[in-house]
């Protein structure tokens, strides 16, 4: 089921139409789909039913506590990178217990505070941090759970910047210093081997290097097992691709059953950390385009979301669908550069597309319900958009519009006669 779609030519937000946000809410302003968010993460519970597992929804993806408590509800568990997305997880009702910590640079603050309210697991990345992690337990008079995120050195086949998995990138460690990192681990009066952890890169259209990936952890597993460190779980990290233009990623369910196939009747629970496969196509962001300027060379529709608020295109050349929230009849489409305000030449979200609109014109972008607001930034001393649940025919404000006040708060002058 589509949960945005046009109607009478209007597009709709579930049953709320674009117009109606843009009027209450105003402009840029993201737009998320309850029920989408609640689909696709039924759609990893289904195909994980009959097993041990734990769905651990990557927190960066779309950390919003609205979408957080949806996720929550429905018994997700959270993948985190930091303590203000623990921080996150806590004030939306999630549960610390079905909480993973992955990160390469955990600081001894943030453990003791993961420590405290008692997460399942922390993804360690390094032997440095193993140490950092064992003192840190100790001084709490607690057990961390630990897993070590390996580096399996397989090519994701995706944006070289959401990369993660090869030997050259700075996550994880390699299998020859798992080993030892495990060995060290088990002999550690603080640290309890619980599992193996690993996640190669992001926007993955293909199952081989997951596959691939699954094989190498497997290996580990068995070398661990027969010098007596027993893997618990197995975390697989996020990184299935999402359609955002022709892309071909195959389905949850596919990608869930592709892995358990590979495990077979392996008494191993399985963790996964989806991200945008969840968030990615349950949101669009909502902007008017200002001003058109014909120029000899493009002609440019000026609208009011910036690079600031969607880094995606300039960051990554990421293709994001563009449409005109009504279309209107009899007009003439034209060759746009969809750009921002923002004073960089990078700030575009969209080049070349061919679009029948005009000044004042309400646009959708779509696939932005992932690392949309959450890469957003105040550059250029903009505020950040507001972003909207829909939920049928309700509209929730899951967090306001930024004010200008915002802007400037905890921001101070020197002294007088400084
Ligand atoms: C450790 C880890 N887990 C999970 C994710 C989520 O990935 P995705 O949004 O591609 O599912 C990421 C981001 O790529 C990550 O770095
Ligand atoms: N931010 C990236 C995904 C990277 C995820 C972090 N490991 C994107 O928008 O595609």
């Known amino acids: 089921m589509n949960h945005f779609h046009y109607k009478q030519g209007e597009l709709h937000a579930e049953g709320v139409s674009a ?18 968010l609640e689909t696709s993460f039924a759609a990893y519970q ?4 009959d097993v041990p597992h734990l769905i651990c929804y990557a927190v960066k993806a779309n950390s919003n506590l609205a979408v957080l408590d949806i996720l929550a509800r429905q018994g997700a568990g959270f993948d985190i990178v930091s303590v203000g997305e623990l921080e996150r997880v806590v004030a939306a009702g999630g549960d610390p217990a079905k909480t993973v910590f992955s990160g ?5 603050g943030e453990m003791r505070r993961a420590l ?19 003192r ?3 001084e709490l008079s607690l057990v961390a759970p630990v897993s070590v995120r390996v580096n399996p050195d397989v090519d994701a086949r995706t944006h070289p910047y959401i990369s993660t998995g090869l030997r050259e990138n700075k996550f994880g460690v390699t299998m020859d210093e798992a080993l030892r990192v495990y060995r060290r681990a088990a002999e550690l009066p603080n640290i309890n081997v619980q599992g193996l952890d690993c996640h190669i890169g992001s926007q993955l259209t293909d199952l081989s290097p997951f596959i691939d990936a699954l094989h190498r952890l497997l290996g580990l597993v068995d070398q661990l097992a027969a010098e007596g460190i027993e893997i618990r779980h197995l975390d697989l990290g996020g990184g299935l691709g999402v359609r955002y233009r022709d892309e071909e990623p195959p389905a949850i369910a596919d990608y869930v059953a592709a892995i358990r196939a590979e495990l077979g009747d392996r008494e191993l629970t399985l963790v996964l950390e989806p991200g945008r496969s969840i968030a990615a196509n349950a949101g669009l962001l909502l902007t008017a ?14 609208i009011d979301a910036g690079m600031n608020d969607m880094i995606r295109p300039a960051l990554y050349q990421a293709w994001l669908d563009i449409q005109p929230a009504r279309h209107v009849a009899g007009r003439e489409a034209k060759t746009w550069d969809i750009v921002g305000p923002v004073c960089e030449t990078a700030d575009f979200l969209g080049k070349g597309r061919e679009l029948a609109i005009t000044d004042g014109d309400l646009l959708a972008v779509f696939g932005a319900g992932a690392y949309g607001f959450t890469m957003s930034s105040n550059y250029n001393s903009r505020p950040r958009a ?17 004010t200008l006040e915002d802007l400037l708060r905890g921001e101070q002058r020197l002294p007088d006669g400084g």
């Open 19 to 36: 117009s109606r946000i843009a009027r209450e809410f105003g402009t840029p302003c993201y737009v998320y789909s309850r029920a989408a």
């Open 46 to 49: 289904q195909a994980l039913a």
């Open 104 to 108: 390469v640079g955990k600081t001894a």
């Open 289 to 302: 385009v200002e001003y058109t300027k014909p120029t000899p060379e493009h002609n440019f529709a000026l």
């Open 386 to 402: 507001a972003e909207v649940i829909v939920d049928g025919e309700q509209l929730h404000l899951a967090r306001r519009r930024e």
């Open 136 to 138: 840190v337990a100790g």
């Open 116 to 134: 405290e309210l008692g997460i399942h697991c922390f993804n360690l990345e390094s032997a440095a941090e193993l140490e950092v992690l064992n």
